[in-house]
């Protein structure tokens, strides 16, 4: 099975949905907010989705990920439910990091093990842990951890 990583084109908006609301749904309720869930095609606007460099990773033909990021900033990244565990994740993040700048930030939702996991494999490390509201759900307060790369890790994804 491959992976490959292209350029995100707007006429699969329907299934970047498709696998951000699942993910998202566990996401948040390993975070303790199940109740926060906006769908994309809400949160996508509010959150500025577009206004990131955005790419899709297909498996075997089928897009089952998505990452979005800036030279600064890793955002968004969510893989289908269905395809976990077959390397998607840690495919689009080696991707963005290869586009990124060395000194890139993450922000992980307070009890989102796995994510926290995935980016420590990459070499980043929780540099502070900040509460506020939510992006996007200003209702909701949370707590992010902001992650960073410690200099010297060579990006392969090993850990």
């Not at 869930?37 to 089952?64: I, S, T």
């Not at 926290?116 to 951890?145: D, Q, W």
Request: aromatic share 12%; charged share 20%; hydrophobic share 45%.
């Amino acid at each position: 099975m491959m992976t490959t990583i292209r350029a995100y084109q707007s006429e699969e908006f329907g299934r970047l949905c498709q696998i951000h609301d699942p993910a998202r749904r566990r996401e948040l309720a390993l975070a303790g907010l199940s109740e926060a869930f906006l769908p994309l095609k809400v949160a996508a606007g509010r959150e500025g989705l577009f206004e990131y460099q955005l790419y899709v990773a297909e498996y075997d033909g089928v897009a089952a990920g998505f990452v979005a990021f800036t030279e600064e900033e890793l955002a968004w990244l969510y893989v289908d439910v269905q395809f976990t565990r077959r390397g998607i994740g840690r495919a689009l993040v080696a991707y963005a990091l290869a586009h990124m700048n060395p000194e890139a930030v993450i922000e992980v939702l307070a009890g989102n093990e796995p994510a926290l996991a995935l980016y420590r494999s990459f070499g980043f490390e929780i540099t502070k842990t900040v509460t506020g509201v939510m992006p996007g759900n200003e209702r909701f307060g949370v707590t992010c951890h902001v992650m960073q790369r410690q200099y010297g890790h060579s990006g392969a994804g090993c850990p």
